[in-house]
C-alpha cells in the first residue's frame, strides 16, 4: 500500500474509532493478556499502545510480565513506576522491550516510564526534573516509524492540587509543531467526568494545541470508600488514525488500563539470531587427530607476516566449521520461568474476584479479593526463591555473576540504542579532540630528538618460547570474538597444538619489526554513559581485538615495562598502570603529606587538573619520538610505528556494523599495551613542574604546602607550573579543560581561618580563573578544606544505601552463600576504599561506619534494624570496624615493606630500627621506628599510626613469608581479640 495513501483520511468527522464494538466483546473475568490479543488486531500496520498506572513497577512485576508476555502490544506506557536510580532497569526488564525511564529523585513514589518494544528506534527529547510531589513528571520520545516521527509522551500528575496546565502548555507549544503524529497518554488527576475549571481548562489547552482527547465511556480510576473518576487520557494529534481505543480492568492496580490502536506502520519484529558455536557437544579426541594432521611447514616456510596469519586463522576456522560449525539459534525469552499454572490459576481467580468487588462493592467482595491477591503475592515469591536457588547452585562463581547481572545485580551492561547512525558514532570515535599544527608539532619533534637519552643499552625485544606463549594465552580471561572470528574457545583445545605455530608467529613479529594487519582491525561496542543517550558524546567505546593480538601485546607490554622499572625510566610518582601501584597508594602520599604541613604548622594548596579525552589525543608521531628518548631502539621503533599505525575499526551492534574507518591519532583504545604507552607518553610533563605533583594516569595534581606570610609566593609558584603545564600540554597535543580544574587549600580551621579570601590572588590555567572549594573529590576520596572526612564518609553512606536498596528486593530469594559474595562484592568494597588515608576519624563517624558494615551483615542474614549484630558479625568471622580498618593498615604496610615493586615514595616514610648491640643472639629486626608528631594530625597519620600498629604484632605475624600467610594470621589474630 501507497504509504502517503496510507496516512490520508478526508477528514476527522468521517473517522470512527471502534472502540466501543471492541469493548463490548471483553469479558472483566478474563486475563489481561487475553484482553489485549481480543482489542489488538494482528496487524502489522498498526502501532499499538498502553497506558497503565502500575502503582510500583517493583510491587507488580509478576503481573507485568504476565499481562504484556504475548507481545502484541508496541508501547507499555507506565505512570507511578516507583523506580528509583538505584534499580537497575535489567531488574524490571520485559522480554522484547526496552525500558525508558524518569525516576522521581526527591522523594519516594511517582515516576514514569516507558516500555517501547526493541525493533522501534527512538531517542529521548525532553523528560521532566521530578523532586518531590508538587509537579508535573513526563517523559517525551520521538519514535521512528517508516521515516515518519512521532512524538510520544507519558504523564503523570500526583495531585489534583497541581497546576501543570502552563507546563503542558509550554511543552506541547515547543513540539507540536515538529511532529505530523503526537500521542500522550498518562494519569493527570484531572477528571474529564466533571465540568469543573480543571477539566475545562485541559480541554481548552489540548484544543488550542491542535490535539484531541480520544473519549472514554466510563470512569478509569476506582478506590474504595471514594467516587469513580476519569482521569487517564489519550490525546492524539490526528484522531482520524484511532483505529480504536479504550480502556478495562487491570488486575494489579485501581487505574483501569488505557490502550490505542494507531494507523501508522512499526517497524517489523524480527526475531534476535545469535550466531554460535556448540562447543559441549564437541568431540576433543577427533578435533586433536584432525589438528594434528595439519602440516604447518608451509605456514612457517612463508616470508609475510600477514600470509602467516591468514593461514593460521584459515586453518582453525576451516577446523572448527567441521567440528563445531557456526549454527543460528534463536534467543528466547521466558517472561518469568517461575510463573507456573497453578500461580496463573490463583491470578486469574484474584482477577475475577476483584472485577466482582469493583461491580459489586462490599467488605466480603474486598476481603475475598484481598485473601487471592496474598495468596498470588506468596506463591510468586516462594516460586521465584525456588527458581534462583536451583539456578544458582549448580553454576560456576562466572556463571552465578552472569545470572546475577541478568536479573539486576550489579551494574547493568547497557545496550546501545538502535536509532543512532553507526557510521556517524564511528566517525565521532576515531576523530582526534585536536590536531596540532605543524609547526608546533615540528618544533615538538625537534625537541624530543634533541633530548639526550639515557645511558643505557637501548631496548630490543627478545624471543619468546613455547611455553610463554601457552602461559599468556592461559592468563586472558576474554570470551569476545575480535574481527578475525576466533575465540578463546577456539584457541584452548588446540593450543598445545598450536603454541610453537604462535611461537614463530610472534618472534617472527618481533624479529622483523611488523605487526599483522588483521590484528589492528577492532570492533568497536558503543556502551551508553547514561540511560537515555542523546548526543554521540553520550556513548562509550569499548573495542574488541583479535584474541591473539593480546597474546603479542602482552608479551611486549612484559618486556618492555621490565625495562622501564629496572632502570628507572618513568617518573616515581607516576603512579597508574605500575605493578604494585594503586589510587590507594597515591591518595596515601597525597594525604600524608597534607598530614606532614598541617603538623608544622602549614597550609597546602592544590590544583586538580582534568585532562580531556587525553588517551584519544595522542599525537602517534610524537609518541613515536617521545619513546626514541627513553632509549628504545630503532628496530623496536619500527614495530611500534607498524603497532600503532594502520588501524582500523568499526561500530558494531548485534548483526549491524559500521563502514571500516582509519584510526590516525590515539593509543589503540583496548590494547594491552596502551596504558604503557601512554604512561610513557605523558612522562615529560613531570620535567616541567618544580612543586610536589602526583600523576595517576591522566589524573594530574600538584601542590605546595606555605605558611601564612608565604600564600602569595605559593600562589604564585603554583601558577607558575600550570604555565608550563599549559605550555606541555599545546606542544604535545593535550587538553587540560579549566572548567573542570578543581582547587583547594587545606589546613587546620584555625590557620584557614586567618586568611583573608577576598584579596587571595587566583589560580588559572590558560587565564581562566580555577575558585576555591572546600572539598575536591581526589581519585574518588573527597577531601575538604580541614581534613575532617565528613562529606567522604557522607558520600560513603549515600552509595553503601544505594546498592543495598537495589540488593534488597532480592534478600529473601537469594541462597545464603550468594548473599556473602554479593555483600563482599558490592557493599564492603564501598566502605573499604581508601580507608588508609583518613584514620583521624572521630568516634562519631567511626560509628557510622560500624552502622554501614551492619547493613551488609542484616542482607545477608535479613535482619530487621534493631536486631542485635554481634553473633551474626562473629558467624561470618568479620571484625568490628576499628579492627577492620586496623587490619587493612597493616595489610597495606605489609605490601610497602616487603614488595620490591612498592612505590618509592611509600617505602621511605618506614625505617626499620638497626638490631640492639647488646643481644645475646643474632635476630632480624622487624621493629619500625615511629616519627615524631607535634599534633594530633600528625600522630593520627598512616606512618605513625602504622608503624605503632606494626610495632605491636606478634614476631611471628610480622615475619610472615607472604602476604596471603600474613593476612590469614592477622585475620585469626583480631578475631581471637575481638572474640577472646
Same mark, same amino acid.
Given at each position: 500500500?501507497?504509504?502517503?495513501?496510507?496516512?490520508?483520511?478526508?477528514?476527522?468527522?468521517?473517522?470512527?474509532?471502534?472502540?466501543?464494538?471492541?469493548?463490548?466483546?471483553?469479558?472483566?473475568?478474563?486475563? %489481561?493478556?487475553?484482553?489485549?490479543?481480543?482489542?489488538?488486531?494482528?496487524?502489522?500496520?498498526?502501532?499499538?499502545?498502553?497506558?497503565?498506572?502500575?502503582?510500583?513497577?517493583?510491587?507488580?512485576?509478576?503481573?507485568?510480565?504476565?499481562?504484556?508476555?504475548?507481545?502484541?502490544?508496541?508501547?507499555?506506557?507506565?505512570?507511578?513506576?516507583?523506580?528509583?536510580?538505584?534499580?537497575?532497569?535489567?531488574?524490571?526488564?520485559?522480554?522484547?522491550?526496552?525500558?525508558?525511564?524518569?525516576?522521581?529523585?526527591?522523594?519516594?513514589?511517582?515516576?514514569?516510564?516507558?516500555?517501547?518494544? !526493541?525493533?522501534?528506534?527512538?531517542?529521548?527529547?525532553?523528560?521532566? $526534573?521530578?523532586?518531590?510531589?508538587?509537579?508535573?513528571?513526563?517523559?517525551?520520545?520521538?519514535?521512528?516509524?517508516?521515516?515518519?516521527?512521532?512524538?510520544?509522551?507519558?504523564?503523570?500528575?500526583?495531585?489534583? =492540587?497541581?497546576?501543570?496546565?502552563?507546563?503542558?502548555?509550554?511543552? @506541547?507549544?515547543?513540539?507540536?509543531?515538529?511532529?505530523?503524529?503526537?500521542?500522550?497518554?498518562?494519569?493527570?488527576?484531572?477528571? @474529564?467526568?466533571?465540568?469543573?475549571?480543571?477539566?475545562?481548562?485541559?480541554?481548552? *489547552?489540548?484544543?488550542?494545541?491542535?490535539?484531541?482527547?480520544?473519549?472514554?465511556?466510563?470512569?478509569?480510576?476506582? &478506590?474504595?470508600?471514594?467516587?469513580?473518576?476519569?482521569?487517564?487520557?489519550?490525546?492524539?494529534?490526528?484522531?482520524?488514525?484511532?483505529?480504536?481505543?479504550?480502556?478495562?480492568?487491570?488486575?494489579?492496580?485501581?487505574?483501569?488500563?488505557?490502550? *490505542?490502536?494507531?494507523?501508522?506502520?512499526?517497524?517489523?519484529?524480527?526475531?534476535?539470531?545469535?550466531?554460535?558455536?556448540?562447543?559441549?557437544?564437541?568431540?576433543?579426541?577427533?578435533?586433536?587427530?584432525?589438528?594434528?594432521?595439519?602440516?604447518?611447514?608451509?605456514?612457517?616456510?612463508?616470508?609475510?607476516?600477514?600470509?602467516?596469519?591468514?593461514?593460521?586463522?584459515?586453518?582453525?576456522?576451516?577446523?572448527?566449521?567441521?567440528?563445531?560449525?557456526?549454527?543460528?539459534?534463536?534467543?528466547?525469552?521466558?517472561?518469568?520461568?517461575?510463573?507456573?499454572?497453578?500461580?496463573?490459576?490463583?491470578?486469574?481467580?484474584?482477577?475475577?474476584?476483584?472485577?466482582?468487588? =469493583?461491580? +459489586?462493592?462490599?467488605?466480603?467482595?474486598?476481603?475475598?479479593?484481598? /485473601?487471592?491477591?496474598?495468596?498470588?503475592?506468596?506463591?510468586?515469591?516462594?516460586?521465584?526463591?525456588?527458581?534462583?536457588?536451583?539456578?544458582?547452585?549448580? %553454576?560456576?562463581?562466572?556463571?552465578?555473576?552472569?545470572?546475577?547481572?541478568?536479573?539486576?545485580?550489579?551494574?547493568? #551492561?547497557?545496550?546501545?540504542?538502535?536509532?543512532?547512525?553507526?557510521?556517524? @558514532?564511528?566517525?565521532?570515535?576515531?576523530?582526534?579532540?585536536?590536531?596540532?599544527?605543524?609547526?608546533?608539532?615540528?618544533?615538538?619533534?625537534? &625537541?624530543?630528538?634533541?633530548?639526550?637519552?639515557?645511558?643505557?643499552?637501548?631496548?630490543?625485544?627478545?624471543?619468546?618460547?613455547?611455553?610463554?606463549?601457552?602461559?599468556?594465552?592461559?592468563?586472558?580471561? #576474554?570470551?569476545?570474538?575480535?574481527?578475525?572470528?576466533?575465540?578463546?574457545?577456539?584457541?584452548?583445545?588446540? @593450543?598445545?597444538?598450536?603454541?610453537?605455530?604462535?611461537?614463530? $608467529?610472534?618472534?617472527?613479529?618481533?624479529?622483523?619489526?611488523?605487526?599483522?594487519?588483521?590484528?589492528?582491525?577492532?570492533?568497536?561496542?558503543?556502551?551508553?554513559?547514561?540511560?537515555?543517550?542523546?548526543?554521540?558524546?553520550?556513548?562509550?567505546?569499548?573495542?574488541?581485538?583479535?584474541?591473539?593480538? =593480546?597474546?603479542?601485546?602482552?608479551?611486549?607490554?612484559?618486556?618492555?615495562?621490565?625495562?622501564?622499572?629496572?632502570?628507572?625510566?618513568?617518573?616515581?610518582?607516576?603512579?597508574?598502570?605500575?605493578?604494585? +601501584?594503586? #589510587?590507594?597508594?597515591?591518595?596515601?602520599?597525597?594525604?600524608?603529606?597534607?598530614?606532614?604541613?598541617?603538623?608544622?604548622?602549614?597550609?597546602?594548596?592544590?590544583?586538580?587538573?582534568? &585532562?580531556?579525552?587525553?588517551?584519544?589525543?595522542?599525537?602517534?608521531?610524537?609518541?613515536?619520538?617521545?619513546?626514541?628518548?627513553?632509549?628504545?631502539?630503532?628496530?623496536?621503533?619500527?614495530?611500534?610505528?607498524?603497532?600503532?599505525?594502520?588501524?582500523?575499526?568499526?561500530?558494531?551492534?548485534?548483526?549491524?556494523? !559500521?563502514?571500516?574507518?582509519?584510526?590516525?591519532?590515539?593509543?589503540?583504545?583496548?590494547?594491552?599495551?596502551?596504558?604503557?604507552?601512554?604512561?610513557?607518553? $605523558?612522562?615529560?610533563?613531570?620535567?616541567?613542574?618544580?612543586?610536589?605533583?602526583?600523576?595517576?594516569?591522566?589524573?594530574?595534581?600538584?601542590?605546595?604546602?606555605?605558611?601564612?606570610?608565604?600564600?602569595?609566593?605559593?600562589?604564585?609558584?603554583?601558577?607558575?607550573?600550570?604555565?608550563?603545564?599549559?605550555?606541555?600540554?599545546?606542544?604535545?597535543?593535550?587538553?587540560?579543560?579549566?572548567? /573542570?580544574?578543581?582547587?583547594?587549600?587545606?589546613?587546620?580551621?584555625?590557620?584557614?581561618?586567618?586568611?583573608?579570601?577576598?584579596?587571595?590572588?587566583?589560580?588559572?590555567?590558560?587565564?581562566?580563573?580555577?575558585?576555591?572549594?572546600?572539598?575536591?573529590?581526589?581519585?574518588?576520596?573527597?577531601?575538604?578544606?580541614?581534613?575532617?572526612?565528613?562529606?567522604?564518609?557522607?558520600?560513603?553512606?549515600?552509595?553503601?544505601?544505594?546498592?543495598?536498596?537495589?540488593?534488597?528486593?532480592?534478600?529473601?530469594?537469594?541462597?545464603?552463600?550468594?548473599?556473602?559474595?554479593?555483600?563482599?562484592?558490592?557493599?564492603?568494597?564501598?566502605?573499604?576504599?581508601?580507608?588508609?588515608?583518613?584514620?583521624?576519624?572521630?568516634?562519631?563517624?567511626?560509628?557510622?561506619?560500624?552502622?554501614?558494615?551492619?547493613?551488609?551483615?542484616?542482607?545477608?542474614?535479613?535482619?530487621? /534494624?534493631?536486631?542485635?549484630?554481634?553473633?551474626?558479625?562473629?558467624?561470618?568471622?568479620?571484625?568490628?570496624?576499628?579492627?577492620?580498618?586496623?587490619?587493612? $593498615?597493616?595489610?597495606?604496610?605489609?605490601?610497602?615493606?616487603?614488595?620490591?615493586?612498592?612505590?618509592?615514595?611509600?617505602?621511605?616514610? &618506614?625505617?626499620?630500627?638497626?638490631?640492639?648491640?647488646?643481644?645475646?643472639?643474632?635476630?632480624?629486626?622487624?621493629?619500625?621506628?615511629?616519627?615524631?608528631?607535634?599534633?594530633?594530625?600528625?600522630?593520627?597519620?598512616?606512618?605513625?599510626?602504622?608503624?605503632? %600498629?606494626?610495632?605491636?604484632?606478634?614476631?611471628?605475624?610480622?615475619?610472615?613469608?607472604?602476604?596471603?600467610?600474613?593476612?590469614?594470621?592477622?585475620?585469626?589474630?583480631? *578475631?581471637?581479640?575481638?572474640?577472646?
Amino acid at each position: 500500500m501507497d504509504e502517503d495513501k496510507y496516512f490520508s483520511c478526508s477528514s476527522s468527522e468521517e473517522f470512527e474509532s471502534t472502540g466501543d464494538s471492541l469493548n463490548s466483546s471483553i469479558s472483566d473475568h478474563e486475563p %489481561l493478556e487475553d484482553k489485549l490479543l481480543k482489542v489488538f488486531p494482528n496487524n502489522p500496520r498498526f502501532l499499538t499502545l498502553v497506558h497503565i498506572n502500575a502503582q510500583s513497577i517493583p510491587a507488580h512485576y509478576s503481573d507485568l510480565l504476565t499481562s504484556f508476555s504475548t507481545g502484541v502490544v508496541d508501547c507499555i506506557l507506565v505512570s507511578e513506576t516507583w523506580l528509583k536510580p538505584s534499580l537497575p532497569s535489567t531488574s524490571y526488564s520485559i522480554p522484547g522491550y526496552r525500558l525508558f525511564r524518569n525516576d522521581r529523585t526527591g522523594q519516594g513514589g511517582g515516576g514514569v516510564g516507558i516500555y517501547l518494544r !526493541s525493533s522501534i528506534p527512538a531517542s529521548v527529547v525532553s523528560t521532566s $526534573i521530578s523532586l518531590t510531589t508538587g509537579s508535573l513528571e513526563y517523559l517525551f520520545l520521538e519514535l521512528v516509524l517508516h521515516h515518519k516521527k512521532l512524538l510520544l509522551g507519558v504523564l503523570y500528575c500526583p495531585s489534583d =492540587k497541581i497546576n501543570y496546565f502552563a507546563e503542558l502548555e509550554d511543552i @506541547l507549544e515547543s513540539f507540536v509543531p515538529k511532529y505530523n503524529h503526537i500521542i500522550y497518554m498518562g494519569d493527570l488527576n484531572t477528571c @474529564l467526568l466533571k465540568n469543573d475549571a480543571r477539566a475545562q481548562a485541559l480541554n481548552d *489547552l489540548t484544543s488550542a494545541a491542535n490535539l484531541h482527547i480520544l473519549p472514554l465511556n466510563s470512569p478509569t480510576h476506582y &478506590f474504595p470508600n471514594s467516587r469513580p473518576s476519569l482521569i487517564d487520557i489519550i490525546s492524539v494529534s490526528q484522531p482520524e488514525l484511532s483505529v480504536s481505543h479504550g480502556q478495562m480492568t487491570a488486575p494489579f492496580s485501581h487505574h483501569d488500563l488505557i490502550y *490505542l490502536a494507531y494507523k501508522v506502520r512499526p517497524p517489523k519484529v524480527r526475531g534476535k539470531i545469535l550466531l554460535q558455536r556448540n562447543f559441549k557437544h564437541m568431540d576433543l579426541e577427533r578435533l586433536r587427530e584432525d589438528v594434528n594432521s595439519i602440516d604447518w611447514s608451509a605456514l612457517m616456510s612463508l616470508n609475510n607476516i600477514n600470509s602467516m596469519v591468514d593461514s593460521l586463522t584459515a586453518e582453525l576456522i576451516r577446523l572448527y566449521d567441521k567440528h563445531a560449525p557456526v549454527r543460528p539459534v534463536r534467543m528466547k525469552h521466558i517472561p518469568a520461568p517461575w510463573l507456573s499454572p497453578e500461580i496463573k490459576r490463583y491470578m486469574a481467580k484474584r482477577d475475577k474476584a476483584k472485577s466482582k468487588n =469493583k461491580k +459489586h462493592p462490599s467488605v466480603e467482595n474486598f476481603d475475598a479479593y484481598k /485473601k487471592l491477591r496474598n495468596v498470588c503475592n506468596r506463591l510468586c515469591r516462594d516460586a521465584k526463591r525456588r527458581y534462583i536457588h536451583s539456578t544458582i547452585q549448580d %553454576l560456576c562463581q562466572a556463571q552465578v555473576w552472569r545470572f546475577l547481572r541478568s536479573i539486576g545485580v550489579g551494574k547493568a #551492561t547497557e545496550t546501545y540504542q538502535n536509532y543512532v547512525d553507526l557510521n556517524a @558514532l564511528n566517525c565521532h570515535f576515531t576523530t582526534s579532540p585536536i590536531t596540532l599544527d605543524s609547526h608546533t608539532k615540528t618544533s615538538t619533534l625537534t &625537541f624530543l630528538s634533541n633530548l639526550a637519552t639515557p645511558d643505557l643499552p637501548p631496548f630490543v625485544f627478545k624471543s619468546v618460547s613455547v611455553d610463554e606463549i601457552k602461559k599468556c594465552i592461559r592468563s586472558i580471561s #576474554t570470551k569476545s570474538i575480535g574481527s578475525d572470528n576466533l575465540s578463546l574457545d577456539m584457541i584452548l583445545p588446540v @593450543l598445545e597444538d598450536i603454541a610453537p605455530v604462535v611461537t614463530h $608467529i610472534i618472534n617472527f613479529s618481533f624479529t622483523r619489526n611488523v605487526f599483522p594487519s588483521q590484528w589492528k582491525k577492532a570492533f568497536v561496542i558503543p556502551l551508553p554513559k547514561t540511560s537515555n543517550p542523546t548526543s554521540l558524546t553520550q556513548y562509550r567505546p569499548i573495542s574488541i581485538l583479535p584474541i591473539l593480538s =593480546k597474546v603479542i601485546e602482552s608479551l611486549a607490554h612484559n618486556q618492555l615495562y621490565s625495562y622501564l622499572t629496572h632502570n628507572n625510566l618513568l617518573c616515581s610518582y607516576q603512579s597508574g598502570f605500575r605493578s604494585s +601501584h594503586s #589510587t590507594v597508594g597515591a591518595l596515601l602520599n597525597i594525604t600524608e603529606d597534607i598530614r606532614g604541613a598541617m603538623d608544622s604548622t602549614k597550609l597546602t594548596a592544590m590544583v586538580l587538573l582534568d &585532562f580531556s579525552s587525553a588517551f584519544n589525543s595522542v599525537d602517534l608521531d610524537i609518541l613515536i619520538a617521545t619513546l626514541r628518548a627513553v632509549n628504545i631502539s630503532s628496530t623496536v621503533l619500527d614495530w611500534f610505528h607498524s603497532y600503532l599505525f594502520g588501524r582500523q575499526q568499526c561500530v558494531k551492534t548485534n548483526d549491524v556494523a !559500521s563502514d571500516w574507518l582509519d584510526l590516525t591519532a590515539g593509543v589503540p583504545q583496548g590494547g594491552v599495551i596502551s596504558p604503557l604507552l601512554f604512561s610513557i607518553f $605523558i612522562n615529560n610533563i613531570s620535567k616541567v613542574i618544580s612543586s610536589p605533583f602526583h600523576l595517576y594516569a591522566d589524573d594530574l595534581q600538584i601542590y605546595r604546602h606555605f605558611g601564612l606570610t608565604e600564600l602569595h609566593e605559593c600562589i604564585v609558584a603554583l601558577n607558575s607550573d600550570l604555565d608550563e603545564v599549559q605550555s606541555w600540554a599545546n606542544s604535545f597535543g593535550l587538553i587540560v579543560n579549566p572548567n /573542570k580544574s578543581q582547587c583547594i587549600i587545606i589546613g587546620s580551621s584555625r590557620l584557614r581561618c586567618k586568611i583573608d579570601w577576598n584579596s587571595i590572588p587566583q589560580l588559572k590555567f590558560t587565564g581562566v580563573a580555577i575558585p576555591y572549594s572546600n572539598r575536591v573529590k581526589n581519585l574518588g576520596l573527597i577531601m575538604d578544606c580541614n581534613m575532617t572526612w565528613v562529606a567522604h564518609i557522607n558520600e560513603v553512606s549515600k552509595r553503601m544505601h544505594h546498592t543495598f536498596h537495589s540488593l534488597k528486593r532480592l534478600q529473601y530469594f537469594l541462597p545464603f552463600n550468594t548473599k556473602i559474595m554479593l555483600a563482599q562484592s558490592l557493599l564492603l568494597p564501598i566502605l573499604d576504599y581508601a580507608d588508609v588515608c583518613y584514620l583521624d576519624v572521630t568516634e562519631e563517624q567511626l560509628n557510622k561506619l560500624e552502622r554501614l558494615q551492619n547493613l551488609a551483615i542484616r542482607f545477608i542474614f535479613g535482619l530487621r /534494624k534493631y536486631d542485635h549484630i554481634s553473633n551474626f558479625r562473629a558467624q561470618l568471622k568479620w571484625l568490628p570496624i576499628r579492627l577492620r580498618r586496623d587490619m587493612h $593498615i597493616l595489610s597495606f604496610l605489609f605490601k610497602i615493606l616487603n614488595d620490591p615493586n612498592s612505590p618509592s615514595y611509600l617505602r621511605s616514610r &618506614f625505617q626499620i630500627l638497626p638490631t640492639p648491640s647488646r643481644t645475646r643472639r643474632p635476630c632480624v629486626t622487624t621493629m619500625l621506628d615511629i616519627p615524631k608528631s607535634n599534633t594530633k594530625f600528625r600522630l593520627q597519620s598512616f606512618s605513625v599510626y602504622g608503624a605503632s %600498629l606494626w610495632n605491636k604484632l606478634p614476631r611471628d605475624i610480622q615475619l610472615s613469608p607472604s602476604f596471603d600467610t600474613f593476612k590469614k594470621k592477622l585475620k585469626q589474630h583480631f *578475631l581471637t581479640q575481638s572474640n577472646p
